[in-house]
């Protein structure tokens, strides 16, 4: 069992850069790739990043290359999303998964943490 907590979301203008972090609670985190997903209002919910537990590959949104950069620290059971040059078309819920693979599709992830809401302002 995998429980995941995110946080650092909030408000921003655009521009801006913001860091979400992902804190994870099972001592086999290593064994997970993580990805972050996020889900605006009236949409579904759409891949943004992923990272694999042992080569650290990533992997990105077409949507967010270039300006997000995951990262994952093993040893402190923790990811994290690094957004800059945010525009307002990335105001969602961003939500922390764990995945026995990397993947583009929600439903190959099995833990989920509650989401931390991403505001930027135009």
């Known amino acids: 069992q995998v429980q995941l907590v995110e946080s650092g979301g909030g408000l921003v203008q655009a521009g801006g850069s913001l860091r979400v972090s992902c804190a994870a609670s099972?001592?086999?985190?290593?064994?997970?790739?993580m990805g972050w997903f996020r889900q605006a209002p009236g949409k579904e919910r759409e891949f943004v990043a992923a990272i694999a537990w042992s080569s650290g590959a990533t992997y990105y949104a077409n949507s967010v290359k270039g300006r997000f950069t995951i990262t994952r620290d093993n040893a402190k059971n923790t990811v994290l999303l690094q957004m800059n040059s945010l525009k307002p078309e990335d105001t969602a819920v961003y939500y922390c998964?764990?995945?026995?693979?990397?993947?583009?599709?929600?439903?190959?992830?099995?833990?989920w943490g509650q989401g931390t809401q991403v505001t930027v302002s135009s």
């Open positions: 099972a001592r086999t985190f290593n064994n997970y790739a």
């Open positions: 998964a764990a995945a026995g693979r990397p993947s583009f599709r929600a439903t190959d992830f099995s833990y």
